[in-house]
């Protein structure tokens, strides 16, 4: 084949290139449980869960020691009395999160959680994205979790300073860094825990978890007693139980909705369960709403028991006790906030190791990262790795201000996973990639059905993105959403699955750029009154029709068999997603300016990585894309080829 000679070869030549890279920024991978054929080189992890270990893990990550702060600054500033109203209105927009992830963590059982869910639904590009996020949340989190640990804990031995000298912080003059070793200390000893075997740390974590649920269930009990006795005077203002409004009280849901945040590490486990289909959803529902009425009888006791505006913001819960003649409750209380804090380093380390495991095996990090020990079955490399990190990070660094990036991979994994549901729902992948290697029987098959081998399946290229430019017309978006109205108004909407196909994606599309819009308009209060008007009623319209076409239109029948089949199916499709996308979009965009800062730093700092690395090292930069119909017969066409052979 020969080379193009002058300028407009060379031309022809980069927009290829360009081409190129655009299609393998939306190539997607293939659901494990479709690979029969393909198997992981790597030692497989250790299939130990059940439900109590996920359970144990869910809620080890999620009740940490915030909720013992939480109480006193929400209550003061936002929802006062009615604080158990926020955390549940909290906890039910957690949950649409969670029914999200329970869908597709039984459909695509596998290491990676968002990452996994992403890289199959949305493309490559954004699946990086998200495991970037997740590396820095969890690597972030864990640090700061245990800077956290040591002040707690030396209230234990006596005060602020009743560590042994070797533990204690010690600030180094000159270049005014605080060290603690405490912290490096402990975030050290749980990643080796972490390395002896996940049903091992899990029990550990159960444990652990335990005594902070039994120091909550102490200030149920003994707070309730207090509070009939004394008639609980914390409700007993002449402001009522609403002192803020409304208002106030759903700001007070918004603060509290990232004491919720870590049920998703369950999810990381999948490749860990016995039963995944089964185990899954019920560990993540269970955990969900343990953690939700631990927290909402812990904030009806506290605020009952002393009037809002007098709770100590720092200590709400100790000085709560303390008004009643009750000062040794402190220790009970510090003892669950430790174990709290200890659960949750755990819970932080322990997604970590299995993101970089997934990432690695689909070659977006070196293949370090994928080895799984023989002897333990966990990723004791990629383990040892993020815990030296976090604990040099807890070691030096004061990450309290870098607190706001683990939310924000968070809630952009949430955002995804509410939109990968609705991909695997409306538009699920109709073409898969399978090895170059089975080239041969690829092109046997596809004799059989079109006579040739270039309308069946081709290298690389043949990605099939969401949305298909060249077979779109000039206006799609407003062509569609016009054509489907008038469907609707004449009483059929019977499409075809292509042109159904076309405007699901695309309504989807348009769905999110509606929330943008939306939330855009309703957080940023200097915008212009005329501006902030218009960009909510175009935003609003379009969220409102995308939501009236998704629910209108069908829902593509391949979802049926997408995955592994037969585990649990999310309810209220569309309008759960799209409320779940909606929320989390809020939240994000009101983490504010300085918090964005940082995450585009990290997030600019991946995107090179991926550029120069990730897309070059890609397990899929040399698959064939065939129809997923079609991939039994053609992995039963080359086993039969190995036998007679």
């Not at 707690?152 to 600030?171: I, K, M, S, V």
């Not at 109205?485 to 509606?514: H, P």
């Amino acid at each position: 084949m020969g080379v193009v000679e002058g300028e407009s070869g060379k031309g022809d030549g980069v927009k290829i290139k360009g081409v190129e890279c655009l299609r393998s920024l939306v190539r997607r991978k293939r659901v494990d449980s479709e690979q029969g054929t393909t198997s992981h080189t790597h030692h497989q992890l250790a299939k130990a869960l059940t439900v109590p270990h996920l359970i144990a893990i869910g809620v080890g990550s999620t009740i940490g020691a915030g909720v013992y702060i939480l109480v006193g600054t929400v209550a003061r500033e936002h929802s006062g009395p009615a604080l158990a109203f926020s955390f549940l209105i909290a906890g039910f927009a957690a949950g649409l999160s969670a029914f999200c992830y329970a869908e597709l963590s039984s459909r695509c059982p596998s290491a990676g959680s968002a990452y996994h869910y992403s890289y199959i639904c949305l493309g490559e590009c954004v699946a990086w994205l998200i495991g970037w996020g997740l590396i820095l949340e969890y690597t972030v989190g864990g640090a700061a979790v245990g800077r956290g640990i040591s002040p707690n804990l030396a209230l234990l031995f006596g005060g602020e300073n009743g560590l042994p000298f070797f533990l204690a912080r010690h600030n180094i003059p000159g270049i005014d860094v605080t060290v603690d070793p405490c912290a490096a200390v402990l975030v050290l000893v749980v990643t080796g825990l972490l390395c002896v075997g996940i049903k091992e740390s899990t029990f550990a974590q159960g444990i652990i978890t335990t005594g902070n649920v039994c120091a909550m269930i102490f200030v149920i009990i003994a707070g309730g007693y207090i509070g009939f006795k004394s008639g609980w005077p914390g409700y007993k203002l002449s402001s009522g139980i609403f002192p803020f409004g409304v208002d106030g009280m759903l700001a007070g849901s918004a603060t509290v909705f990232f004491a919720y945040i870590g049920f998703d590490s369950v999810a990381s486990t999948a490749e860990e369960v016995k039963n995944p289909r089964r185990d899954l959803p019920l560990g993540i529902a269970a955990s969900l709403s343990v953690c939700c009425t631990l927290y909402m009888l812990v904030s009806m006791v506290v605020v009952g028991l002393v009037p809002y505006y007098t709770m100590d913001p720092d200590t709400p819960i100790s000085s709560a006790f303390a008004s009643h003649g009750m000062q040794w409750a402190a220790y009970v209380i510090t003892v669950g906030a430790v174990t709290a804090l200890c659960s949750t380093l755990m819970g932080s380390i322990l997604p970590q190791p299995r993101i970089l495991m997934a990432m690695a095996r689909d070659g977006l990090l070196p293949s370090f990262f994928s080895d799984v020990s023989k002897k333990t079955q966990v990723p004791v490399k990629g383990t040892i790795t993020t815990g030296i990190v976090a604990a040099l990070l807890a070691f030096f660094m004061d990450v309290s201000q870098l607190a706001g990036m683990v939310s924000v991979g968070t809630l952009l994994a949430f955002t995804m996973v509410a939109i990968s549901l609705l991909v695997i729902r409306y538009v699920p992948p109709k073409e898969v990639p399978l090895a170059s290697s089975l080239q041969e029987s690829i092109h046997a098959v596809s004799l059989r059905y079109s006579g040739s081998p270039k309308e069946f399946g081709s290298f690389k290229d043949s990605t099939v993105p969401l949305l298909k430019k060249d077979k779109f017309p000039a206006i799609p978006a407003l062509q569609v959403v016009e054509g489907t109205f008038k469907q609707l108004a004449e009483g059929n909407y019977k499409l075809s699955d292509d042109k159904r196909r076309k405007i699901a994606g695309w309504t989807i599309m348009l769905t999110f750029v509606g929330v943008l819009l939306l939330t855009s308009a309703a957080s940023y209060v200097f915008l212009p009154s005329l501006l902030r008007y218009l960009l909510c009623g175009v935003g609003g319209g379009l969220v409102l029709s995308g939501l009236t076409v998704l629910t209108c239109i069908d829902q593509d029948d391949a979802r049926h068999n997408f995955g592994h089949t037969g585990g649990f199916i999310c309810p209220l499709v569309p309008l759960l997603p799209i409320i779940c996308i909606l929320i989390n979009v809020y939240l994000l965009i009101n983490l504010g300016s300085q918090t964005w800062m940082r995450v585009s730093v990290w997030l600019l700092i991946g995107i090179f990585v991926y550029l120069f690395y990730g897309r070059r090292h890609s397990s899929l930069r040399d698959v064939m894309y065939v129809p997923r119909t079609h991939v039994d017969e053609i992995c039963s066409s080359s086993a039969s080829n190995d036998l007679l052979a």
